[in-house]
């Protein structure tokens, strides 16, 4: 009995001098947690209270609930219960409404980006590879897309503008052409082996392929595989697959890129795969980085595809900026490394999807697959022959069916020249951008203002943000918003409405942090629906659209359902 009570003793002992040392960490958690619901800033605007008490009920819905992120979902249900402003973190408002959206993305306007919706993408630490390598401050994130402070941002934003330009682009037409000849070729052999087609492996590796030629004047060469090295497939979309993840526990990535890649690969594979894509692109930084020191600043590409191709345009993105006259602070490894992870994986992954669902709606439309080949066909004499982007803009009817893809600021910035009906071919692109909402993240930004939104005040600093298929499926403006309707450009008479209409239109957003790199995905897509279509026969196999199309999934950019086997594809028949 004695020896009873001297454990139980012991018991309490213990849990009494573990309970003294959480106390003071539970009851400075539980005075947060009442500071957010009662005392914060925020804590008059409305919401769900667990909302605005921290960030655990975001992260329950977007990896506990269903096939994860479905925060954008519960975003939805707030809105319809509490109206058009909802608080959906302890610092976070979202706004419904169209006509806000001129304020809060206003052009001339100082906006900073919001930190914890860039730190999921591993932009804020430099790699343990480099003896230099610390936790790097708010301004000092290195990419165009992680840097936080709207001056800074325009200054790194000035410093690549000309390499992605539309005369850019066109000076590289060539390198383009020559990774989309490859990949038609992989897929003639595919034909001869009784093979079926991955599009999503096919479309990454030849994006891939363009974009680290472009990059680095050494191509990644994912297109000399026969399968199309599904490996990089998995990369891209890994970086994207961890977004949920990473938006609950900041610093993941970062963690990750420290550790040994074996270990990382045992405790989560998806986060692997960014550190491996990570690991591939600082070995080719770092080369031209060597070669840079080495040449003391007097250095090129000579050797690469862009050299042979095109004499005038011999260096890469990178060299260029390496001799560019920017701060040295700007022309550093890790810098360089993140600036090119974020042009490659937006490239690779949004690009590739885009195609993809574009080939897929092609081809369970047999009428329009049909006009289409045929328009094809009587403008490029030979199937293997590839024409130019320039001729490939004055089709009228691939333009119409391409650029619903693209871009706002594509459609703006590079409209196809003599065509026949500028309205109706308008209102074709315009209902295809709508529908497809290619990123489906809200996009928070922060304002050092108050911002007024009717009768609300929002205070200065505050994370406000609004999503892209808020107001691209708003179901007021755009009468059955799921369905695809170019005519609803055109039959509408009343102005107001036309005016709403035009307002919401805001496919990819807008303002000063639009896509950098939407005239190199212009050419590529052109380019790659061309040759496809006037080449082979194309039919779908085992592809369901619910399953392998539809979004179903927020990962910043727009996802499918997880069972999704991609959008797969056989050629029955091949011009000659």
Same mark, same amino acid.
Not at 237 to 251: C, D, K, M, N, Y
């Given at each position: ?193 009784? @093979?079926? *087609? ?5 479309? =990454?590796? /030849?994006? !891939?392929?363009? +974009? #680290? ?127 090119? @992870?974020? *042009? ?5 992954? =949004?690009? /590739?999807? !885009?195609?993809? +669902? #574009? ?218």
């Amino acid at each position: 009995m004695l020896n009873i009570i001297n454990r139980v003793l012991s018991l309490y002992s213990e849990i009494t001098a573990v309970s003294i040392f959480l106390f003071p960490f539970v009851t400075c958690y539980v005075c947060y947690l009442v500071y957010n619901i009662y005392f914060h800033p925020l804590a008059e605007f409305p919401g769900p209270k667990l909302a605005g008490a921290s960030r655990w009920y975001e992260g329950y819905f977007d990896n506990l609930v269903s096939h994860g992120g479905q925060y954008m979902y519960e975003i939805d249900r707030m809105h319809e219960e509490y109206g058009p402003i909802v608080r959906i973190a302890p610092n976070e408002l979202h706004i419904q409404d169209v006509e806000f959206h001129g304020t809060l993305y206003a052009l001339g306007a100082k906006r900073n980006k919001v930190p914890y919706m860039i730190d999921i993408f591993g932009t804020n630490l430099a790699s343990p590879s480099f003896p230099s390598a610390n936790i790097r401050t708010t301004a000092e994130r290195d990419s165009v897309f992680g840097t936080v402070q709207h001056d800074l941002h325009r200054i790194r934003r000035m410093a690549l503008n000309p390499f992605f330009s539309k005369q850019a682009v066109t000076r590289i037409e060539s390198v383009i052409q020559s990774k989309v000849r490859r990949m038609c070729d992989n897929v003639s052999a595919c034909k001869h082996r009784g @093979q079926h *087609i991955q599009l999503r492996h096919a479309l =990454t590796a /030849s994006t !891939v392929d363009i +974009t #680290t030629e472009y990059c680095f004047a050494r191509c990644a060469n994912t297109l000399d595989q026969p399968d199309f090295s599904p490996e990089w497939d998995e990369m891209m979309r890994g970086v994207s697959e961890i977004v949920p993840l990473a938006r609950q526990f900041p610093g993941v990535v970062q963690i990750a890129q420290m550790l040994p890649i074996g270990l990382v690969r045992l405790l989560n594979p998806l986060v692997a795969k960014f550190s491996e894509f990570d690991q591939l692109v600082r070995v080719q930084v770092s080369e031209i980085f060597t070669r840079y020191r080495a040449s003391k600043g007097e250095f090129s590409a000579k050797e690469s595809e862009l050299s042979r191709e095109r004499p005038d345009q011999a260096n890469s993105i990178f060299h260029e900026i390496l001799k560019a006259k920017i701060p040295e602070s700007e022309k550093t490894v890790d810098r360089m490394t993140q600036e090119a @992870q974020s *042009i490659i994986s937006a490239a690779s992954e =949004t690009t /590739s999807s !885009v195609l993809a +669902t #574009t080939i897929f709606h092609i081809l369970d439309n047999p009428d329009v697959h049909e006009r289409l080949k045929a328009e094809l066909k009587g403008a490029i004499e030979h199937p293997k022959a590839l024409a130019e982007w320039r001729r490939l803009q004055q089709l009228p009817y691939l333009v119409s069916l391409l650029l619903p893809q693209l871009l706002s600021s594509v459609s703006s910035s590079s409209a196809p020249v003599d065509l026949p009906s500028k309205t109706k071919q308008s209102a074709t692109v315009k209902e295809g951008l709508r529908i497809s909402v290619a990123i489906c993240g809200r996009l928070p930004l922060v304002a050092p203002e108050p911002l007024q939104y009717k009768s609300w005040t929002i205070p200065a600093g505050t994370y406000v943000g609004m999503s892209p298929k808020d107001a691209l499926h708003h179901p007021t403006i755009y009468p059955s918003p799921k369905a695809f309707d170019p005519s609803r450009w055109l039959t509408t008479d009343d102005p107001k409405h036309k005016a709403m209409m035009e307002m919401a239109f805001l496919p990819f957003n807008k303002g000063p942090r639009v896509c950098i790199g939407s005239q190199l995905a212009y050419a590529n897509i052109y380019h790659v629906l061309a040759a496809l279509f006037r080449r082979f026969d194309l039919e779908l196999v085992d592809t369901i659209r619910e399953r392998d199309v539809d979004i179903a999934r927020d990962q910043f950019v727009s996802k499918p359902h997880p069972q999704s086997k991609g959008v797969s594809v056989r050629v029955v028949g091949e011009a000659e």
